[in-house]
């Protein structure tokens, strides 16, 4: 069966302290980089999990984070075809962007993230999640050669995609926690395109205590 692999970029300064990032364009920290070379030489190459020859497309946030994650993964083989895509990138947090939870408490109570930013949202990551069904339906159905997705994204795009993935509610995110780094692997049961699962989360993320 076709496979999605969802991928959040690495450590920043943002991630690392909690702050709320999604328009702002920050760097991967040093540490950062250094943790998504080491996952590169084990899950990039021929017969790895990120097996070049098996990928129809990437879709890349064009945030450098993301942007650089995508690169260093695939640093020591041919380039995989991909798009920079605004339908992958961070919600936009708007006045409270770069705040600490805490801090966007104390300026609102009553404020709640899987609330107060929904739509726009939704409507984004569907959209992509229709796109890579449809190179799923062509691999299945047509023979297209190629079965693998792989999106390199952010911590809360991640987390609606998955709930969107298998048809819930956008809120349900809340209850995922996507981890710098971390991959979800995403498919279907039942050797079904009409039965789509989370088959794995947090895969090979250096996770934070």
């Given amino acids: 069966m076709p496979r999605l692999f969802l991928i959040r970029h690495g450590e920043t300064e943002w991630s690392l302290n909690g702050r709320h990032t999604g328009r702002s364009d920050i760097p991967l920290t040093a540490r950062g980089e250094e943790q998504i070379k080491a996952k590169a030489e084990v899950l990039v190459g021929d017969g790895k999990l990120l ?14 984070r993301a942007h650089k994650t995508f690169h260093l993964l695939f640093n020591n083989v041919e380039t995989p075809h991909h798009l920079l895509t ?71 795009f991640s987390r609606v995609f998955i709930s969107r993935w298998i048809n819930f509610p956008l809120c349900l995110g809340t209850h995922f926690n996507v981890e710098p780094g971390g991959i979800a692997y995403l498919g279907y049961n039942h050797n079904s395109l009409e039965e789509p699962a989370l088959n794995g989360l947090n895969l090979f993320a250096t996770l934070t205590e």
Avoid at 101 to 112: D, P
């Fill in 51 to 64: 097996d070049p020859k098996n990928l129809c497309t990437v879709f890349v946030s064009p945030r450098q």
């Fill in 86 to 156: 605004e339908e992958c990138r961070e919600w936009d947090y708007g006045d409270y962007e770069g705040l600490l939870s805490s801090e966007i408490k104390a300026l609102n109570s009553t404020w709640s993230i899987w609330k107060d930013i929904v739509q726009e949202m939704e409507a984004r990551v569907d959209s992509i999640i229709a796109k890579v069904r449809e190179y799923h339906r062509k691999y299945k159905e047509e023979g297209l050669n190629t079965r693998d997705v792989v999106i390199v994204a952010h911590g809360h």
